[in-house]
């Protein structure tokens, strides 16, 4: 199996990889679905609810800061060191990603290679004029008033710069993904259990497309029974070899 991808990642011409959260369990951050993932100890919160009630933005803040003290401790691991050799390298033109925790960045791969479909939970914006907050701001201003915080230019809603359920997309992000798509003749899917729409959409599309679909994931996707190939097992082990990190 690792042969057949490392293989089918030489003869590519371009090659494009989709993350999901199951590339970063081994940075220890959970995933969504996995047997004491996020999912299982608590609902996500939707957008609408966001938008409508003060208690329910202090609560994703509280939420929000005590599931960073994981985030912010993450480093990169194996499995986003062998993608960043590989975008070095230059066969893989664009990672598009559903996480939020920067590690791609981490892992030194040049922002404009990454494509982040639901965002990214290091910062907050203010979802009126677009300022910035960085996240030990936002913190400062929650525990002086014990509310969530308002932007301070313009008196919006401040939220985590990330994309909740509710929530449309981001539009720039999305074109960039799906010109991406269209132009590889590799798509590799790591680590998404390819439930979440429209992310899950770009498999299907770079097949349709003509291009080779490999999955790598611990268990059976959605996606499975479209793909050339179906590698279950563990990340880091299996594309560290591949990159030759190890
Ligand atoms: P998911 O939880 O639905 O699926 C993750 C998949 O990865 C699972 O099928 C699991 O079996 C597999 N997996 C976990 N660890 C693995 C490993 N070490 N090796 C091989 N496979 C492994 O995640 P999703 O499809 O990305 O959807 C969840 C949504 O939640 C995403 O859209 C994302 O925005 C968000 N999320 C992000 C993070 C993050 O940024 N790290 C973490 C949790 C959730
Ligand atoms: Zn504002």
Request: with cysteine; proline share 5%; net charge negative.
């Amino acid at each position: 199996m690792q042969r057949e991808l490392k293989r089918a990642i030489e003869e590519a011409y371009r090659v494009v990889i989709f993350t999901g959260a199951g590339i970063s369990t081994e940075s220890g951050i959970p995933d969504f679905r996995s047997p004491g993932g996020l999912w299982t100890k608590m609902a996500p919160i939707d957008f609408q609810d966001y938008l409508r009630s003060a208690d329910v933005r202090a609560e994703a803040w509280r939420r929000k800061f005590e599931i960073d003290k994981t985030i912010v401790a993450a480093e990169p691991n194996k499995g986003h060191m062998a993608i960043a050799k590989l975008v070095d390298e230059g066969k893989v033109a664009h990672v598009i990603t559903q996480n939020i925790d920067n590690l791609h960045q981490a892992s030194g791969i040049p922002s404009e290679k990454i494509i982040e479909l639901h965002g990214n939970g290091t910062y907050a914006k203010c979802l009126d004029c677009g300022e910035r907050y960085e996240l030990f701001q936002v913190k400062e201003m929650f525990d002086a008033s014990g509310k969530a915080p308002d932007c301070t230019s313009c008196g919006g809603i401040v939220k985590s710069a990330t994309i909740s359920f509710g929530q449309a997309m981001p539009e720039d992000e999305m074109n960039r993904a799906h010109e991406a798509t269209l132009g590889c003749d590799l798509f590799l899917a790591i680590g998404s259990s390819l439930q979440v729409y429209p992310a899950a959409g770009f498999p299907i599309l770079a097949k349709r497309n003509g291009a080779t679909l490999v999955i790598l994931n611990r268990e059976p996707t959605e996606l499975d029974r479209i793909a050339d190939l179906v590698i279950n097992d563990e990340i880091g082990p299996t594309l560290a070899p591949i990159a030759m990190l190890n």
